[in-house]
């Protein structure tokens, strides 16, 4: 079981930054990847990034390609998501996510089974 503990959200203008934080409370995140995900009111979840938490190998939404990046800290257990250039349409509250490898697409929600509390971003134009 992977405890994720999210922080870092808040109201940014656009154009912005904002850097996400999730910490996971575990014995070992090997074997383990890392989704970013964000819902926005009235829609469904949607994919924004995640990592290989082995190898590090990132990979990203098309939607936020050149502006959010993924990143890990080894040491602390902990997965960043800097978010560059915010827009409005950004707006959303943002999910980390845990789960081991499997055959499942790493963009789909279905592939993750721990879920952080999760953190309001809020992009004003």
């Known amino acids: 079981q992977v405890q994720l503990v999210e922080s870092g959200g808040g109201l940014v203008q656009t154009g912005g930054s904002l850097r996400l934080s999730c910490t996971a409370r575990?014995?070992?995140?090997?074997?383990?990847?890392m989704g970013w995900f964000r819902q926005a009111p009235g829609k469904e979840r949607e994919f924004v990034g995640g990592i290989w938490w082995d190898s590090g190998t990132t990979y990203d939404a098309d939607s936020v390609k050149g502006r959010f990046t993924v990143t890990r800290d080894d040491a602390k257990n902990t997965v960043y998501l800097q978010m560059n250039n915010l827009k409005p349409e950004d707006t959303g509250v943002y999910y980390c996510?845990?789960?081991?490898?499997?055959?499942?697409?790493?963009?789909?929600?279905?592939?993750?089974?721990?879920w952080g509390q999760g953190t309001q971003v809020t992009v004003s134009s």
């Open positions: 575990a014995r070992t995140l090997r074997f383990q990847r």
């Open positions: 996510a845990s789960g081991l490898k499997s055959t499942l697409s790493g963009l789909t929600a279905r592939a993750y089974s721990n």
